[in-house]
């Protein structure tokens, strides 16, 4: 039996223990008995009873920044608290796991043994010992100080206390061989073997000295009171943090965006199309971060369609006047972007440039920054980085909970650790990309990107004219999203996940990229694998909106008030569709391989990302205030849907103004003017030219296939 539980453990500890040692056997169950009721009266609870700040609700975390986050607002509803197992180590301090908790969501602490209880304060931290001190208003009675004996001689045994059913357990375990072993990292570095923080007694129940989480280094330190180990006081973590936030309102400032605003109806449907993780109209305000005196990266995750639209960048830092900025490059791989400061600035975000396994267990400082509209909010709490992980590029980052607001991690010396950065992700479904999760990136990582603009930049995601704003890309063809019955129909549910994605095409357009590479009619496209991007993108249909395309309503028009219209889709399909949508993220001249089934087989097709022709939403157009009506050119996808060339003559209504000439008349959206007093009319501006200064108006109006004359007076000024 014994070398079953020697063989067990070997498994579980591996080399730190050798098969050919006795295990040390717990004392028997009187004796046990013995050691746990000595120290009993040593062991103590810490109640921590939470409140509500403000409208805010409580949250408390588990161990380190990448802990789990709890809401303390069921706790506060039911008046009961956060419970805490503690060891009494002189008449005033108590010693405990980490309390992450933020002083403004604590009513009180109480300290318990028995019926008795005690008030306490925290009282600091550990630097790399996951432990925290509580300070008692007064003498805890009933309760006795642990007396620390650390030459005590072996055997020793570990004293674990938790919470099960209810109740408080102790339990006595045996310290096992290998325990003053040690890992050798591949740094040279030797790591304690450490699984929990516990107390340690020797056969007669005298504590010899306490351990914590991965006790660092080969030493001697756990030996004895933790009353001698050095701590962050309390006071030191509170000026660390109106130093942290102090710091925050320079390095971090509020960056006001303001955009020109967005073509009516053309960026409503691209916001959905796009997904775009941060919609903004004409104006919002977004972190950034002050890397040199002349550059401040903007974290906003933009897409083309939005930055576009970028007019004016305004940093404002705390206690300074507001600094005008000019965009600079946005970042391809990155959910930010850079600008250029008009004026210097003095103080500047300074990078942790070390080892981040230098920082593990390390007591830092957590900023979160909320902003609302001009209000800025800022929370520091005490923290540890104590999980790191490779992430992209096969790099180093810290892990972390997610959480809404972004989140800058601090060390003590006031250099930044790492910051929320979002990562820029192709395709327009969270079925395959989570873009609203961001990566806690080191700032020194995020330098070597913004200090490399020719290597990083996103050319295509850059403000453009007004004129420029509404480009997308294409290959020139009218998508049918796949289910399971078409996939099936077509033999690719196998290929396509019975149908989650793909494209049927159901139409090609003539000299396009797609026509110039063989696309056909009845092809499915499959995925795209971009130049630059690590992954293929399946092509998806989420975000296209086809309007009335089947089923729109020409012969129910005379019964539908005209200002309803605006709340109708075209009836034809629009130009910023999910494929399209995909193809201008990727960026105009940016080479890609379109994976088609076609007769049977997958083939690949080498494509350029090419700009989309001039499309309905960007099309030329003219009011007429007298009339009451816009009318736009003939775009390639209006044609198409009225089957009309480009030799075809016609204008297509794309506003009646309620009240109007024009609606009085019995026009409606979606019509198409194709002569006015007998001239044929090919675009707007010839539209103009026959309407400007008429008091008499005869109007060719087709409405679908059915054409008709309709007359209109308009009074002589």
């Not at 790492?418 to 990309?433: C, D, F, I, Q, S």
């Not at 696309?519 to 690590?534: F, M, S, Y």
Request: proline fraction near 7%; charge should be negative; include cysteine.
């Amino acid at each position: 039996m014994k070398y079953i539980v020697r063989l067990a453990v070997a498994l579980v500890f591996g080399s730190g223990l050798a098969f050919g040692k006795d295990l040390p056997e717990l004392p028997s169950v009187t004796v046990q008995k013995e050691i746990l009721k000595k120290v009993a009266p040593s062991a103590v609870t810490i109640e921590i009873y939470l409140q509500y700040d403000g409208a805010e609700a409580p949250e408390y975390t588990g161990h380190g920044f990448s802990g789990w986050r709890s809401d303390g607002s069921t706790l506060v509803k039911d008046e009961r608290p956060v419970l805490f197992s503690g060891w009494l180590l002189d008449e005033r301090t108590v010693i405990t796991g980490d309390i992450f908790i933020e002083p403004r969501f604590i009513d009180r602490i109480e300290v318990t043994s028995a019926d008795n209880r005690v008030r306490a304060e925290l009282d600091g931290f550990l630097s790399r010992r996951i432990a925290a001190y509580l300070k008692l208003t007064e003498p805890l009675k009933g309760a006795t100080p642990l007396n620390f004996l650390p030459d005590a001689k072996p055997p020793y045994y570990r004293v674990d206390r938790s919470m099960m059913n209810t109740q408080w357990r102790m339990s006595l375990g045996v310290v096992l061989p290998g325990y003053e072993e040690y890992v050798l990292t591949d740094r040279g570095e030797p790591v304690q073997q450490e699984y929990g923080s516990h107390l340690i007694v020797n056969e007669e129940g005298i504590p010899v000295g306490m351990r914590t989480w991965l006790n660092r280094g080969k030493d001697e330190s756990w030996r004895g009171s933790p009353l001698h180990w050095r701590r962050i006081t309390q006071a030191t973590i509170d000026r660390l943090r109106e130093d942290t936030i102090a710091l925050a309102g320079q390095i971090l400032p509020r960056v006001q965006l303001r955009l020109r605003s967005p073509k009516k109806g053309a960026m409503d449907d691209m916001h959905m199309v796009f997904s775009d993780r941060q919609v903004i109209e004409t104006e919002g305000d977004v972190p950034g971060v002050i890397v040199d005196a002349r550059r401040v990266v903007v974290l906003a995750d933009l897409e083309p369609g939005v930055t576009a639209r970028i007019e004016r960048i305004t940093v404002h830092r705390n206690g300074e006047d507001p600094v005008e900025a000019e965009f600079a490059f946005s970042l391809k791989d990155l959910g930010c972007f850079v600008a250029t400061l008009s004026e210097p600035a003095e103080t500047i975000a300074r990078p942790f440039e070390g080892d981040l396994l230098d920082l593990l267990n390390e007591a830092c400082l957590q900023l979160t920054l909320k902003l609302s509209g001009e209000q800025r909010v800022e929370r520091v709490a005490f923290a540890r980085l104590n999980s790191l992980c490779f992430g992209w590029k096969n790099k180093v980052y810290p892990t972390s909970s997610y959480d809404e607001e972004p989140q800058f991690l601090f060390d003590r010396e006031g250099r930044v650790v790492a910051l929320p950065v979002t990562r820029r992700t192709v395709g327009n479904t969270e079925r395959y990309w989570r873009a609203d999760w961001p990566v806690f990136m080191p700032l020194a990582y995020l330098g070597e990107f913004v200090s490399q603009p020719e290597k990083y930049a996103d050319k295509s995601n850059v403000p453009l004219s007004a004129e420029e704003e509404s480009r997308i890309a294409w290959i020139g063809v009218e998508l049918q999203g796949l289910n399971p019955q078409l996939a099936r129909a077509n033999d690719v549910a196998d290929i396509t996940e019975d149908g989650q994605f793909g494209g049927l095409v159901s139409f090609v357009y003539p000299n396009s990229p797609a026509a110039r590479e063989g696309v056909e009619q009845g092809d499915i496209l499959i995925r795209i694998v971009a130049e630059g991007w690590p992954e293929p993108i399946p092509v998806t249909m989420n975000g296209d909106f086809y309007g009335y395309s089947r089923a729109f309503p020409w012969m129910q028009l005379d019964n539908m008030p005209v200002e309803f219209f605006d709340q109708v889709p075209p009836p034809w399909p629009l130009a910023e569709n999910g494929l399209r949508a995909t193809l201008t993220k990727l960026g105009f001249g940016r080479a890609f391989t379109l994976e088609v089934f076609s007769a049977d087989e997958v083939i690949r097709k080498a494509f350029t990302v090419e700009q989309c022709p001039t499309h309905y939403n960007e099309a030329p157009q003219y009011k007429s205030d007298a009339l009451g009506i816009t009318v736009k050119d003939l775009t390639f996808e209006v044609r198409r849907y009225f089957q009309k060339t480009e030799e075809d003559p016609g204008v297509i209504l794309s506003k009646v103004e309620p009240g109007s000439k024009a609606a009085i008349a019995g026009l409606k959206p979606f019509e198409i003017v194709t002569e006015v007093n007998g001239q044929a009319i090919h675009n707007a501006e010839q539209f103009e030219q026959q309407v400007v200064e008429k008091t008499e108006l005869r109007l060719q109006v087709l409405r679908k296939d059915q054409s008709r004359l309709v007359r209109i007076n308009l009074p002589a000024d």
